[in-house]
């Protein structure tokens, strides 16, 4: 069995407190796209990973497809050992979320595929041990965010009227520096209640904590969005911790760039 883990991208993210257990209060918008990875599950099998595609940092035993794993093995003995094969395609540590997505597609297939019976709901709770951005990927659809992100309300949102362009200059940004580069700040305006704007009005209202210090660091991801701007683009922001940029652009738009990009 194959099933294709999304990514996503953070529409306006903001740091609002900083939390005890050490990590943030954060406010978000997550929307999925259509870049994927290919996760090949066979069983029974004899516990092994292996990859293909974009070579993933870290050794195989730490990947959050095996961590899944062994997460629900702990309270369900059951599960048979699998064989994983993972096709790696999303930018890593692009700000996409691709390894939490790899991460929640696991628990959602091994709960359907050995009849589990976990609710969303557990799953959410689950996927929240694995890291922030994994309970997004259990429901899947566009979300406001809360908490860590574990705290999700679905929202009506659809962008196919417009085209995404994705921009991945190959710099990876550590998640736990670029918290630690910022200041949390309540919002003046939610969130929840700007994502009600038309797309056209968003370049005014909405944007991401953590462009300011990650672009001081990295000047020419500032260079990618003003250049997304100048070709057309309707909104541009940095996805997450980035450093993947998002272009939305009207249906017909295009974006010349050296750099690596998708256009979805
Ligand atoms: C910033 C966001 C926005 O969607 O996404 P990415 O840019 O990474 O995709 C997320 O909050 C990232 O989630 P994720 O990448 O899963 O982070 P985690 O592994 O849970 O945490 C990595 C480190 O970031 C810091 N961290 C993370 C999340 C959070 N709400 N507060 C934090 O302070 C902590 O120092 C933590 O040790
Ligand atoms: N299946 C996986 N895919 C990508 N990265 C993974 C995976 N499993 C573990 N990791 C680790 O997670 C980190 C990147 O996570 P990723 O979700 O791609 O980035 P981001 O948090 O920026 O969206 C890397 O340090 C990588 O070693």
């Not at 962008?159 to 670029?178: C, E, M, Q, R, S």
């Amino acid at each position: 069995m194959i099933v294709f883990p999304n990514c996503k991208i953070n529409l306006g993210l903001h740091i609002v407190r900083k939390r005890t257990d050490g990590f943030h209060d954060l406010e978000t918008v997550f929307y999925p796209l259509q870049l994927t990875d290919a996760l090949e599950v066979l069983s029974p099998g004899t516990l092994q990973f292996h990859s293909s595609g974009i070579a993933i940092p870290g050794a195989p035993e730490d990947n959050l497809c095996l961590k899944a794993w062994h997460l629900l093995k702990k309270d369900f003995p059951a599960i048979p050992a699998i064989d994983i094969h993972l096709h790696k395609h999303i930018p890593i540590g692009a700000g996409l979320g691709g390894g939490s997505a790899d991460a929640a597609f696991m628990l959602v297939h091994l709960n359907q595929r050995f009849q589990l019976e976990l609710s969303q709901e557990r799953l959410v709770a689950y996927a929240a041990i694995l890291g922030s951005d994994c309970p997004f990927f259990v429901i899947n659809q566009p979300c406001y965010a809360t908490g860590r992100g574990e705290i999700m309300e679905p929202v009506t949102l659809d962008l196919k009227a417009w085209t995404i362009i994705l921009v991945y200059p190959d710099i990876h940004v550590n998640t736990g520096w670029a918290f630690k580069q910022l200041t949390p700040k309540e919002p003046e305006v939610s969130l929840k209640e700007v994502i009600k704007r038309p797309v056209e009005e968003w370049k005014g209202l909405m944007k991401n904590d953590f462009e300011v210090p990650i672009f001081e660091a990295h000047p020419e991801l500032a260079g990618i969005k003003a250049k997304m701007y100048q070709q057309g683009a309707v909104y541009a922001t940095m996805s997450g911790s980035g450093s993947a940029m998002v272009g939305i652009f009207p249906k017909a738009g295009n974006f010349k760039t050296d750099y690596k990009s998708f256009v979805i």
